[in-house]
């Protein structure tokens, strides 16, 4: 084994950890704070030993069946993804805890208390107490990457799933890690075929259950995962701290600056699902009063019930939002009576984000704010989440919603009349392919008359740019067969389809206008338009699209459509002179934000 | 040795980078440090904060009143993250203006040197040139050295020299 250190954000000590214990099928969709995790595979996949395939799936469902399929083979597999993605992914996940596996198989969870990128701030370790399966919180980077292994240990002597669920201040954190040498497992992949286990029909599922409970009684007693103590002085007999994940780091440290370490009797719980039973019990007999400090929802309080737990469901702690450590300060201060618990002053909120200068969604958005202006915006999960800036989104929900939520506007908004509102649904080109085909297949047959506009700007880049389906290329950019969107929305029974650059503001403005003739027309039905053009963060696209200088005339009247309604952030107005001027720095000459003024004093004053 | 740094800053503007740069230095001198990092949403062109801590600590976060120093690469940030900073902590701040703080024109800078994302290394240069920061100029230009793209070594060299000779 070497010994190297090296500083890895938590994401990439996982990833590194994931090599070394041998996984050998690694399938993810990207999401914050998980994306990282494939990433560091892909960039260390010379370090494997052995065959390794890591595949951007195309949403978490599958990548979780692709890594448990693997895992039944008896290798060694691992899906990923964040909180919402166990979600999509819920349908195997709950039925593989009856099931189990055979090779060491993980599910690595991202949660974001917070939340911070997400829609929702739900604890996996909750959903893993109601899909009866295990799950491991690090309370470190270094921590997440020491249990891999171990985990993998543990699914392999239970046959079950594990979950290690790291959480945003994990993921991003850096930190000192080691890293080792990956050793070779030697596996080769068997499938040994037993119908009544892999393909349990209900008359199977009662002694499955059976045996997964007696499975989790076992889990909880393994003496690797019982919750840790460090023993107090004495001083404070009948009580006692706990904390799990990230959270009991700040405690730490808390504990450490108020020179209270070894003072207090403290747990960190690594395994808050199935909760060890012995740890209840001497809870319940040894303290009078507990301090359970964990993100995001009270799981290890739940099922301690202690009747001194001083948490999140006894009120004393904020039941919402992450665990900071100035809450912990508080909470800490209240529960052991330190004079003067500091105030948390209150958290000010800095500069929103906004697409970035030259984003052609912005062009797109800004077309069908205005060609209807009393339009339905549904939306949808990515950067262009932040057209809601320019007053074009007006619903945001989960991966896909965005045209089912068209058409149930159009089946509720029809029932009362002939007319209906313009209903202008927007999705990118990954969100279109992780959850949109079946969406829009229901949207034509149920003949809800709405215009989907895909936003291809050929990545996932809200994520960071993780290939998609379309291009032809693959995790770590390996060439694979493309699958073109335009064929896929002709199969889907769509008959008004067109594609068009968003930069081309009067054409694809005249497209909006014929997509809502179609839907208007007596056979009209779904009408898509692709709205095309790569993301300007990648330096391909940059380079390949002319770059004007941009200059600002003095018949500017300081109206502020063009950094208001269009919202540049290369834009803004001057003060002083209550004119517009453009940040040189930030503008990258794209030159869509020309048509947007209704005097004409965007000018372009070069090309090149 | 222990010290408490956050870089506060808007998303493009390389505080992930610099944040990684002072990282490096601590780990290249065998000392703990722990860092957390703003991710997603917020890079695009919002706020993002990173914390640095050096030195034998748990966890990544910043307590309110306990950073020990502050690079702020996005001035309008400064009322957002100024109660992060010790009552005796230092800013050393990106901006034209006077004010508060150690402060210098790193954006003009960095534009002079073809390129204001270099800015974050001209701070970082005016940092150890005031003898705020536990790394010094050596430390820095290893880490540079480590972390930057092979083309870009010089270019973010002379950006941090700029600052810390300005
Ligand atoms: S990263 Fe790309 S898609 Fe996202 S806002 Fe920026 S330009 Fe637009
Ligand atoms: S040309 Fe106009 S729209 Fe494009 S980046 Fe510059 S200011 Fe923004
Ligand atoms: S440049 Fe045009 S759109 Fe922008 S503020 Fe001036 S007049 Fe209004």
Redesign the interface.
């Known amino acids: 084994m070497t010994n190297n ?3 890895l ?1 938590g994401n990439e000590a996982i990833g590194q950890g994931l090599i070394e214990a041998g996984c050998q099928v690694a399938a993810a969709y990207p999401g ?2 998980s994306t990282e995790i494939l990433q560091a595979m892909i960039d260390r996949q010379d370090q494997a030993v052995e065959p390794l395939h890591i595949e951007w799936s195309l949403n978490e469902k599958i990548a979780f069946e692709v890594a448990l399929a693997a895992s039944y083979t008896g290798k060694r597999s691992v899906a990923v993804m964040k909180q919402v993605g166990l979600n999509v992914a819920a349908d195997p996940f709950m039925r593989t805890a009856y099931i189990g596996t055979k090779g060491g198989m993980l599910t690595i969870v991202a949660d974001d208390p917070g939340p ?2 997400s829609q929702n701030e739900q604890d996996t370790r909750l959903f893993c107490l109601q899909g009866r399966v295990p799950v491991l919180d690090p ?2 980077p270094a921590e997440a990457k020491e249990m891999i292994e171990p985990a993998f240990e543990l699914s392999e002597k239970y046959q079950m799933n594990i979950v290690v669920r790291p959480t945003t ?1 994990i993921c ?5 890690v080691a890293s080792g040498s990956p050793q070779p497992l030697e596996r080769r992949a068997v499938f040994e075929k037993n119908p009544t286990r892999w393909a349990a029909t209900p008359a199977f599922l009662p002694a499955m259950h059976r045996s997964l409970n007696r499975n989790l009684e076992q889990i909880a007693r393994e003496p690797a995962w019982q919750p840790r103590l460090t023993s107090g002085d004495g001083s404070a007999s009948r009580t006692a701290l706990v904390a799990s994940g ?1 959270v ?3 405690l ?3 504990l ?1 600056e108020l020179d209270l370490t070894g003072v207090f009797d403290l747990f960190q719980v690594l395994m808050p699902y199935p909760l060890s039973p012995d740890f209840s019990a001497l809870m319940h007999a040894r303290y009078d009063r507990v301090l359970i400090l964990e993100e995001t929802y009270p799981v290890i309080e739940l099922q301690l019930a202690h009747p001194g737990a001083c948490g999140k469901q006894s009120g004393d702690i904020p039941r919402e939002g992450e665990l ?3 809450l912990v ?1 508080q909470a800490l201060a209240r529960f052991i009576d330190l004079d003067d618990p ?1 105030e ?2 209150a958290e ?9 200068p030259g984003c052609p969604h912005r062009a797109a958005f800004y077309s069908i704010k205005t060609c209807f202006p009393r339009g339905i915006f549904p939306s949808d999960i990515g ?1 262009y ?2 057209g809601m800036n320019l007053g074009a989104v007006d619903t945001v929900h989960c991966m896909g919603a965005c045209i089912s939520q068209g058409a149930g506007f159009y089946q509720a908004y029809r029932q009362d009349g002939e007319d209906f509102p313009t209903i202008v649904v927007t999705i990118g080109d990954s969100t279109f392919f992780h959850a949109g085909i079946p969406a829009l297949i229901n949207a034509v047959i149920q003949q809800a008359r709405i215009i989907v506009v895909i936003l291809d700007n050929a990545t996932t880049a ?2 960071g740019g993780q290939p998609v389906p379309h291009m032809g290329i693959a995790a770590g950019g390996k060439p694979t067969r493309a699958v073109a969107i335009e064929p896929l929305v002709t199969a889907c029974g769509v008959d008004f389809l067109a594609t068009c650059d968003p930069y081309d503001q009067p054409r694809f403005e005249r497209l909006l206008r014929d997509a809502d003739t179609h839907i208007r027309s007596a056979d009209g039905g779904v009408a898509v338009l692709i709205a095309r053009h790569g993301c300007v963060m990648d330096p391909v696209v940059r380079k390949g699209q002319s770059r004007v200088k941009i200059a600002i005339l003095e018949t500017c009247t300081g109206c502020g459509r063009c950094t208001g309604h269009f919202e540049c ?1 290369a834009l803004s107005l001057r003060r002083e002179t209550k004119k517009a001027i453009v940040d040189v ?2 503008c990258i000459g794209c030159g869509c934000c020309i048509p947007v003024c209704p005097v004409a004093a965007i000018v372009a004053q070069e090309v090149s | 040795m222990k010290q408490q740094i956050i870089v506060s800053g ?3 503007q390389g505080v992930l980078f610099l ?2 740069v002072i ?2 230095v ?2 290249n001198r065998g000392i ?16 993002v904060l990173s914390t640095i801590k050096v030195g ?9 009143g306990q950073a020990d120093l502050g690079l702020l690469l ?1 001035e ?2 400064l ?3 100024d ?1 992060l900073l010790r009552t005796d902590g230092t800013w050393v701040i990106n901006s034209a203006a006077s004010g508060k703080g150690r402060r210098m024109d790193a ?1 003009q800078v960095a ?1 002079n040197l073809g390129n ?1 994302v270099l800015l974050n290394l001209v701070l970082l240069g005016l940092a150890v040139r005031e003898g705020v920061i536990f790394c010094s100029a050596e430390d820095c230009e290893q880490a540079i050295h480590m972390l930057a793209p092979e083309k870009f070594i010089e270019q973010n060299l002379a950006a941090f020299r700029a600052g810390l000779k300005a």
Do not use: K
């Open positions: 250190v090296q500083l954000m914050t704070p911070h990128s309370a470190s201040r991003h954190s850096r930190q000192n990230i009991y780091s700040y730490a440290d808390l450490d900071t450590p100035d300060y500091p948390v002053p000010r909120r800095g500069q929103r984000p906004s697409l970035c950067c989440t932040l809200m994520t952030p720095d930030r | 808007i998303g493009g944040t990684r990282a490096q601590a780990v703990p440090v722990l860092t957390s990092e703003t991710h997603g949403m917020a890079q695009r062109g919002g706020t034998d600590f748990a966890g990544p976060l910043i307590r309110s996005w309008a940030n009322p957002v993250h109660t954006a534009r204001t």
